[in-house]
């Protein structure tokens, strides 16, 4: 199977983990853990590709771009090209 998916390869956008204890669960039979992220409204466009990813297994990598509390507050500026081909 081809690593490409209706031509996205990446896609990049920054999130938190929201404040609430239901931000990692494990799955009703144990073999698994589901995550919630909260992404700022400036990168909501390039995150929303991942709708169309719904049905393919996925490869995440985590790359910390800050350390804090208040990241979530801070994420204001737009970054650019952000979905690679």
Not at 39 to 59: G, S
Request: contains cysteine; glycine residues 6%.
């Amino acid at each position: 199977m081809s690593e490409y998916v209706e031509g996205i390869k990446e896609i990049v956008f920054r999130a938190t983990f929201p404040p609430i204890m239901s931000a990692f669960k494990r799955s009703g039979s144990g073999d698994g853990l589901r995550v919630q992220i909260d992404i700022p409204e400036v990168d909501v466009d390039d995150a929303i590709a991942l709708m169309a990813l719904t049905q393919c297994v996925l490869e995440f990598r985590v790359r910390v771009l800050r350390d804090g509390n208040n990241e979530r507050d801070q994420v204001t500026s737009r970054r650019s090209a952000k979905r690679r081909v």
